[in-house]
């Protein structure tokens, strides 16, 4: 008997002892007392206790008691900061017969410890507590608010970055994770706003792995930091703003590569609360420094001088800058691309002027590099190997190894951009334009051609052009010849284009093929374009300028003759013989009995085997129509049509002396579009004196 008093006095001791251990710095909450009562819903009975954990009335503990029908009770219980609860999404909801409250952490963190029957089974991010009425659930919200509200004031509190990036270097260290130890320094970087992550671990085989993670700050999003649990494993992971690959990775000696999130472990719940909160607040609260230049001078020399070698894969790329320092000067780029089939450079020209502002920032996770392009696309970035062009291109990348060196870069760019000037000359004066034109067309090599250009302004012919061309490929040499009047160039089609390795200028007279072309000094059939070559974009701008100056210098709106004498005699001087490789028109105009009105026109056509055919053609000028008069020209014959006004057959035609049916029109033939304008001009004037 007195054996059984004593182990009875044995266990009660041995119980009480376990009960005072598991409950010391548990008290149960006054405040939420009214919420313990039993809710029944004929399947299960349910039974809530509330505690405050280590004394700290912000920490709490709700215990479940669910038990069936017949009498088997489970408990679970879940330990939280009532501050890291988010007031916006508590709720409840009727469903059967219970109102289920609805209890969230702020932004879906893991942050809820779970306990199945006092065991450690887990993490939540929410709960959810049964009630049997909804006032009671209703007012239940509404205590909770009130204590985050005051809870949330004796949290461990972040006042500034400084303060919290302090603490997180003190705070985050080496832990142990499924056996493993993993070394975590995590320390500031050169900048206030870049941070430095180091993890030495080792991997499957036992090799020391060292991991070197750089990042800006301002770039984690404050929403992806979150708190992830893999069975007993705590880490904090961040997470780059919209999945951006923008922190710099180093793993042992190998290339940097580029990642889009990093992994902080812990091994207590409570750090990795505070860790989690402290990033969260240490990113929302830290924004980006940059540098700002004065002059392009200033800010190309801080892109030259922070250009250097970067590995891209399994190529190595040492780039280089020089520039020319001036608003409007050159900028050569050069990048030596090393790899296993041996080195070779590339060499990049370009004006700050014809490169666009939005300058691209482009991060995989093998690479990272900055891309400028032109404006409008346009392919003005010249690309060169040994000297010799192989394309031109419109964008140019410059590779980078470190995110915030390449934002510097890109607003250095942006700068010398915004300060630079075009480089096209004022052709104020029709002398000057002349003078710029004849010594611009310079020698262009593409490949094994050598293309030589010259151009030839004659003012006395109003502004006429001669461009010769000689391409010299291969030890032969073919010359060209082209005749063009600037009045007939088109300025819709004066553009600047580029086509592979070719730079040009194309001079067009639009539809009206009225450029005589010659081939070997042979005549071809005439064209509506030739072009111009260059090897420098700005020399075809100013070229383009010159151009359209002394196009508009020479257009002429209307041509007429001083008199009817100056008139007749331009006719008579230039209706003559025309040939040409197949035919020749033998032409002549004459007065009819006198009459300075009625005009007789004789054309002898004469074919390659020397048959001849004598047209004539009689009419009166005041029945032209000059208003529908015109040119046209077919292969390399230019006509000038004459016809009458509301197309009345009142030409009286000859053929090799025998009579035809009256007509309406008749062709005369030149060889020159200025002389076929002029004799439209000088009909116009002898018409006008006839009315």
């Known amino acids: 008997m007195k054996t059984t008093i004593f182990r009875t006095i044995i266990l009660i001791v041995i119980c009480t002892f376990f009960i005072q251990g598991f409950t010391r710095g548990q008290d149960k909450i006054s405040w939420l007392s009214d919420y313990t009562t039993e809710v029944n819903t004929g399947t299960y009975t349910y039974q809530y206790n509330f505690y405050s954990v280590d004394n700290n009335s912000c920490k709490i503990k709700i215990e479940e008691i669910k038990t069936d029908k017949k009498g088997k009770s489970s408990t679970t219980t879940n330990v939280f900061y009532l501050s890291d609860l988010d007031p916006k999404t508590l709720s409840f909801k009727p469903s059967g017969k219970l109102i289920v409250t609805a209890l969230e952490i702020k932004l879906s963190q893991k942050f809820i410890s779970v306990y199945k029957d006092e065991n450690l089974d887990g993490y939540s991010s929410s709960l959810t507590i049964n009630m049997d009425d909804v006032d009671k659930a209703r007012s239940f919200i ?16 972040w006042t500034s970055a400084p303060e919290t990036f302090t603490w997180l270097i003190n705070n985050i260290g080496e832990i142990s994770v499924n056996g493993k130890t993993i070394g975590q320094k995590f320390n500031k970087g050169d900048k206030s706003y870049l941070a430095q992550f180091d993890t030495k671990s080792q991997d499957s085989k036992g090799n020391q792995v060292l991991s070197n993670y750089l990042f800006d700050l301002s770039d984690i999003d404050p929403r992806g930091i979150t708190l992830v649990i893999s069975g007993n494993n705590l880490k904090t992971e961040l997470q780059v ?9 180093k793993i042992n000696d190998e290339a940097i590569t580029f990642t889009r999130e990093i992994e902080i472990y812990s091994d207590d719940i409570e750090k990795a609360r505070n860790i989690t909160n402290a990033l969260i607040y240490l990113v929302s609260n830290t924004k980006s420094e940059r540098k700002e230049w004065t002059n392009s001078s200033q800010s190309l020399t801080f892109v030259k001088d922070n250009l250097k070698e970067v590995s891209v894969g399994s ?35 370009f004006y700050l002027n014809d490169i666009s502002p939005e300058i691209e920032l482009n991060v995989t996770s093998k690479y990272a590099d900055i891309e400028i392009k032109t404006k409008d696309n346009a392919k003005y970035i010249k690309i060169t190997n040994e000297g010799k062009i192989q394309t031109y291109n419109n964008s140019l990348k410059i590779y980078l190894d470190n995110i915030d060196m390449a934002r510097d870069m890109m607003l250095a760019l942006k700068s010398a951009i915004s300060s630079s000037k075009s480089g096209v000359q004022e052709f104020a004066t029709f002398e000057k334009s002349i003078q710029w034109l004849t010594k611009a067309p310079v020698e262009v090599v593409i490949d094994s051609k050598k293309i030589i250009q010259s151009l030839v302004i004659t003012p006395n012919n109003e502004n006429s052009m001669e461009l010769q061309i000689t391409t010299e490929e291969g030890g032969t040499t073919l010359k060209e010849q082209y005749f063009i009047y600037p009045e007939d160039i088109s300025p819709e089609d004066l553009v600047i284009k580029v086509s592979g390795k070719k730079l040009y200028l194309p001079l067009s007279t639009g539809k009206l093929k009225y450029i005589k072309a010659y081939k070997e000094n042979e005549l071809q059939n005439f064209v509506t374009e030739t072009e111009i070559l260059f090897e420098d974009v700005l020399m075809a701008k100013n070229f383009q300028a010159a151009i359209l100056s002394v196009h508009n210098k020479s257009k002429t709106e209307k041509r007429s003759f001083k008199d009817k004498v100056a008139a007749w005699d331009y006719l008579v001087k230039h209706l003559v013989k025309i040939e040409n490789s197949s035919e020749s028109f033998d032409q002549q105009i004459e007065k009819i009995e006198g009459n300075e009105c009625k005009l007789k026109y004789t054309r002898i056509e004469t074919d390659s085997k020397g048959a001849s055919s004598e047209y004539i053609f009689e009419f009166t000028l005041t029945d032209i129509d000059q208003d529908k008069c015109s040119i046209s020209v077919s292969g390399k014959e230019i006509k000038v049509n004459l016809i009458t006004r509301d197309r009345q057959k009142l030409i009286k035609p000859y053929k090799n002396g025998e009579a035809e049916n009256f007509c309406y029109d008749f062709d005369m033939y030149f060889e020159d579009v200025l002389v076929a304008k002029k004799v439209l001009a000088a009909f116009s004037t002898l018409t006008s004196s006839c009315k």
Do not use: M, R, W
């Open 241 to 249: 703003k919209d999945k951006k690959y923008y922190i710099a990775e």
């Open 315 to 349: 190529e190595s790329h040492k780039q280089s800058l020089v520039f020319e320092d001036t608003p409007s000067g050159l900028i050569t780029f050069t990048s030596e691309v090393t790899s296993s089939k041996g080195t070779s450079a590339e060499v990049s020209s």
């Open 142 to 157: 509404e205590v909770l608010k009130s204590k985050i509200t005051n809870c949330g004031e004796t949290d461990v509190q």
